[in-house]
């Protein structure tokens, strides 16, 4: 069901909600969070795609604030979504037009959920001033999406500058399977220092910047940053132990291979996660990401290098997907 309501109020907004929760019995009972995005008006159907799928375990009350005109007459449009064509959540999309676009916060205030958390989701470039945002200030979890901005790099960097607790990115999230998978080889014998390590990614991903710091960090050992065309996002990583060394390479979509010495070659299921995924695991973990926190500490302390992959693979340092192939070939033939 979808309900549109031009030149509305938020206080208006406010009763119907209750009335429509009213005539809608359980249907609209059950909500967890408020889940408020800011976005513009040609992202719309995509960020109203995402949320949706992202709440399906996470009923939710989504609050879409819809930048557009700012230079009509301060009005404000609104839709509300509910039944199938909101998923598990209910849907209020906000079209703020002129004066209203800086003060976003006038209308969202009266439909947040009472009593629930409040988390914030920026699907494009996040604001200059993230926590000068009444948003900002109002929500328990921020989550941006550094990748959308010109320079994720830089923009990585001023977030780091600008970190308080709560603050949560999407390319960090979608880093948790490599994380894991990384973390358990270290959990097996040979239980060596790692002496260096490399990352190849897309010279664009944030993710591979984040999983570099994240290996630095904690490991406190040099990393080399190796950077592939843009538009990839984390490729291969090599771990150097006195043993040998250890490397994670994506081989396809779905699946990376697993070399270390004296181990038999082992594929690993690495799917890519998508934005939707991705957003449902952060409405899932709401408390303080400490990792998340000492990893952006540590931008300007880790021992970085930063060179091209054919630089990388020429050095020796790094395996890609042929060579990894390759090995996993040469493995089978002597074993057969």
Same mark, same amino acid.
């Given at each position: 069901m979808i309900l549109d309501y031009p030149d509305v109020s938020a206080r208006h907004l406010s009763r119907e909600l209750v009335r429509l929760r009213a005539d809608q019995g359980a249907m609209a009972l059950g909500r967890v969070l408020s889940l408020a995005v800011v976005t513009d008006l040609g992202s719309l159907p995509g960020v109203l795609e995402t949320a949706t799928a992202a709440t399906?375990?996470?009923?939710?009350?989504?609050?879409?604030?819809?930048?557009?005109?700012?230079?009509?007459?301060?009005?404000?449009?609104?839709?509300?979504?509910?039944?199938?064509?909101?998923?598990?959540?209910?849907?209020?999309?906000l079209y703020l037009h002129g004066a209203l676009v800086e003060h976003e916060h006038a209308v969202l205030l009266p439909l947040l959920l009472p009593d629930s958390p409040i988390v914030a989701w920026w699907p494009g470039r996040p604001p200059?001033?993230?926590?000068?945002?009444?948003?900002?200030?109002?929500?328990?979890?921020?989550i941006t999406t550094v990748?959308?901005?010109e320079d994720p790099a830089q923009e990585l960097r001023r977030l780091a500058s600008d970190y308080e607790a709560?603050?949560?990115?999407?390319?960090?999230?979608? /880093?948790? %399977?490599?994380?894991?998978?990384?973390?358990?080889?270290?959990?097996?014998? *040979?239980?060596?220092? =790692?002496? #260096?390590?490399?990352?190849s990614g897309g010279s664009d991903s944030p993710r591979v910047d984040l999983l570099a710091?994240? /290996?630095? %960090?904690?490991?406190?050992?040099?990393?080399?940053?190796?950077?592939?065309? *843009?538009?990839?996002? =984390?490729? #291969?990583?090599?771990?150097?132990?006195?043993?040998?060394?250890?490397?994670?390479?994506?081989?396809?979509?779905?699946?990376?291979?697993?070399?270390?010495?004296?181990?038999?070659?082992?594929?690993?299921?690495l799917p890519h996660t998508t934005l939707a995924q991705s957003l449902s695991a952060e409405l899932h973990r709401l408390d303080v990401d400490d990792v998340y926190e000492a990893v952006l500490e540590s931008i300007d302390t880790v021992d970085l290098t930063v060179m091209s992959t054919a630089d990388a693979l020429a050095a020796g340092i790094l395996r890609d997907r042929d060579s990894a192939l390759d090995a996993e070939s040469q493995e089978i033939e002597e074993n057969a």
């Open positions: 399906r375990q996470h009923p939710s009350r989504i609050i879409v604030l819809v930048r557009d005109n700012a230079l009509d007459e301060p009005r404000l449009d609104a839709q509300i979504r509910l039944g199938g064509d909101a998923g598990a959540s209910e849907i209020v999309v200059e001033e993230l926590h000068s945002s009444p948003l900002a200030q109002v929500a328990s979890r921020r990748a959308q901005a709560g603050d949560t990115d999407i390319a960090w999230t979608r /880093l948790t %399977r490599w994380r894991a998978l990384l973390a358990a080889v270290l959990d097996e014998p *040979p239980f060596e220092e =790692v002496q #260096s390590a490399t990352v710091f994240w /290996l630095g %960090r904690f490991l406190e050992c040099p990393v080399v940053r190796a950077r592939s065309a *843009p538009g990839q996002g =984390v490729e #291969s990583v090599r771990l150097q132990r006195a043993s040998g060394p250890v490397d994670l390479v994506r081989i396809d979509g779905e699946n990376a291979l697993l070399l270390a010495p004296g181990r038999r070659a082992r594929r690993v299921t």
